[in-house]
């Protein structure tokens, strides 16, 4: 494999004096801080960041629910007038913007925890019945599907096809393999296979290259055109969500307590900082000079993207294992307190909290303006600013 492999320094939230960081080139706005008039797949697209171009909503207030009769376990998807979500008793739900009524349900045999994709008319789905699928986004009819070894933990991520014979999708499994698959039939691009379990979605990287974590405590990079290995850097522990990407630097957390930061080509920074013993929960969210991440303490943590030192923490009623937002101006995020936070990028203050009474243990979505969460008593919320119409 390439020279990828990194020796990463434990800091407590800082480097060690005399290491500092190169400076990392500034990326592209368009690549890092996308338009969401839609959130069509996990974390709103490639680079698994969660970040949203515009200011947070103020004043927010809940513009409509639907309720589902199990708990929802999957950030929701939309798109295509959509939004879905998959549920703890095997369902895939869709429901509609402008009814606010289920168009259609599908049943699984397990959970299904994977965020959907949508694109091109087709719903992506996997569950932890070990089948990912491709439904029709106007009645839900099974289009084609794929078994895996494992359960399918984790969203797809939809790009563009490594030369001109169209779209492909990128997906996970438990059993450790890595999908690309043709969105139209299913059909197989690649596959490449790891050690051990992947609980994570594909991130894409510049230079034609994708990265996900797995249960052997690595961060895998390989190329898109063919699933061929082009490095690995190591980690204390297992990767236990999806990683997210700015720049050239990947953002993760592990078993071991850990945020790490890690450049895929070397060039940027390198660092670890550890929670004082409690378990980050969430996939990293990035913006321009911070990365934001959930812990079973309580806090939501901002860290310095290049340093690695602790710029702020905002404690809640409960463990926030809600993947946050990043607005402009905001963080978003649910706790297990029922409640929906914002506080400011800058210093973590309180910018306003919404009680919506249920365990919000998933990441919440953002589109047209208004955010989307699940509950875990099955109601989902959509939430506006105060001052909109």
Known sequence: MAGLL????????????GNTPPAEPPAA??????????????????????????????QPVIEWTFQNTAAITSEAAIAEGLIVF?????????????????????????????????????????????????LDVGDGHLLWSIEGGDKFPTGATLTTGPDASGPVLLVNGYDGVSHCLRPADGSEVWRHETNDYIN???????????????????????????GSAVGELESEAQIIRSLAAWGRTLYGVNYANQLLAAAWDASGPAWL????????????????????????????????????????????????????????????FGSSDGRLYAVAVADGMELWRLEL????????SHAGGRIVIGGGEGTLFVIRGGAAR
């Not at 990194?6 to 004096?17: F, W």
Request: charge should be neutral; aromatic fraction near 6%; hydrophobic fraction near 40%.
């Open 273 to 332: 900082y550890e929670a004082d013993g409690n378990q980050f929960l969430t996939s990293p969210a990035a913006d321009e000079e911070r990365v934001y991440v959930g812990c079973r303490d309580k806090h939501l943590y901002a860290v310095d993207r290049l340093t690695g030192k602790l710029r702020w923490k905002f404690k809640t009623g409960g463990r926030v294992a809600s993947a946050p937002l990043v607005f402009d101006d905001a963080v978003v």
């Open 357 to 364: 009474g249920e365990d919000l243990a998933v990441a919440p």
């Open 6 to 17: 990194l020796g990463l320094v434990h800091c407590e939230g800082r480097r060690d004096a």
């Open 29 to 58: 706005a368009s690549a890092e801080v996308p338009w969401t008039p839609d959130w069509p797949m996990s974390r709103g697209g490639g680079r698994l960041n969660g970040r949203v171009a515009g200011p947070a909503p103020r």
């Open 200 to 226: 994570g979605s594909p991130v894409l990287l510049d230079g034609g290259r994708i990265a996900f974590g797995g249960c052997d405590a690595r961060l895998h990079m390989l190329l898109l055109k063919d």
């Open 86 to 134: 998959g549920d703890t008793e095997g369902g895939i739900q869709a429901v509609e913007v402008a009814t606010r009524k289920r168009r259609w349900q599908v049943a699984t045999k397990d959970a299904v925890e994977a965020t959907p994709a949508i694109a091109g008319g087709r719903v992506f789905a996997g569950s932890n019945d070990g089948v990912f699928r491709a």
